[in-house]
């Protein structure tokens, strides 16, 4: 019986495989690096699409503002902000560089960080690989908080990569 069970086990983790690999690069006192790549069985214009339209798939359970929408200006400067029913707003990240399809750059603290003496480069590489796409990103975060850094990489690293699967099953929804 504890045989039937244990091979069960291996067989629905080995169906169910995360769809994006994503690891702690680097983390010192003073920054960390994370990142990975997400396998999206759909072309880039359509990974683009959903990827700019963060209300679509960023988590509720990761905003300030549990009655929230996220909006999302793509201008040099534009802002990913979070706007509540009430009226309150937070700026999540600034637009840096976009290259319409395949590369989106923001500057910003998510969540927790906006209060650190701390922001990061959030790079997001759309490539076309055979008759879907790979989503390659990175987040480096550097500057001051008091116990160092370091101790953020890892629930960066698990919020962003839950983030990105959610875009993953968003775009394939699509279908």
């Known amino acids: 019986m504890m045989r ?7 067989a629905l983790s080995a169906l169910t495989a995360a769809p994006a690999y994503a690891e702690v690069k680097s983390a010192t006192p ?11 069985k759909a072309p880039p214009a359509r990974v683009w699409a959903v990827l700019t339209a963060p209300d679509a798939w960023w988590s509720r359970d990761h905003r300030w503002f549990r009655n929230s929408t996220l909006s999302f200006d793509l201008a040099p400067g534009g802002c990913w902000c979070e706007t509540a029913a009430d ?3 937070s700026r ?7 290259e319409p399809g395949s590369k989106l750059v923001l500057r910003g603290g998510l969540g927790p ?7 990061g480069g959030l790079t997001f590489d759309i490539k076309a690989e055979g008759e879907g796409s790979v989503l390659n990103w990175s987040y480096i975060v550097g500057g001051y908080t008091p116990g160092g850094l370091e101790n953020w990489a890892t629930p960066v690293d698990g919020v962003l990569s839950a983030q990105l699967a959610n875009l993953k099953t968003r775009v394939e929804a699509a279908d």
């Open 4 to 10: 039937r069970l244990i091979f069960a086990a291996v």
């Open 30 to 40: 003073g920054g960390f690096e994370v990142g990975g790549a997400v396998a999206i």
């Open 87 to 89: 009226g309150r707003v």
């Open 92 to 98: 999540h990240l600034e637009t840096a560089l976009v």
């Open 113 to 119: 960080l906006q209060g650190q003496g701390a922001s």
